[in-house]
């Protein structure tokens, strides 16, 4: 079992920054990922970023740029740092961890419960 906790969300300003956090702890050793999706109302859940633990990270298209990720694989946290944030970027950010458990190395998925962030101009 993972447990996920996120931290950093709020308010901003159309082009200001924030720096989420999200740290894991139960099973995290088996954790091979890391990253953040985000759901704005009405919409379905999508890819924001992620890191794996050999450090290769694969962001969405419309927040390469503007986004980093950094990740801290001993103390199982992940942090990205958004930077010139735009209003359609407002949504519940979500943190997610997969990886693999047991001897059979079953697949599993985490969810955090999520942190909002609001842009406004």
């Known amino acids: 079992q993972v447990h996920l906790v996120e931290s950093g969300g709020g308010l901003v300003q159309d082009g200001g920054s924030l720096r989420l956090s999200c740290a894991a702890s139960g099973s995290a050793y088996n954790i091979e990922t890391m990253g953040w999706y985000r759901q704005a109302p009405g919409k379905e859940r999508e890819l924001v970023a992620t890191?794996?633990?050999?450090?290769?990270?694969n962001y969405a298209a419309s927040v390469k740029d503007r986004f980093t990720t950094s990740r801290d694989n001993a103390k199982s946290t992940v942090f990205p740092q958004m930077n010139s944030l735009k209003p359609e970027g407002t949504a519940v950010y979500l943190c997610?961890?997969?990886?693999?458990?047991?001897?059979?190395?079953?697949?599993?998925?985490?969810w955090g419960q999520g942190t909002q962030v609001a842009v406004f101009l």
């Open positions: 890191k794996t633990n050999d450090g290769t990270t």
């Open positions: 997610n961890a997969d990886g693999r458990s047991g001897w059979s190395r079953a697949p599993f998925t985490y």
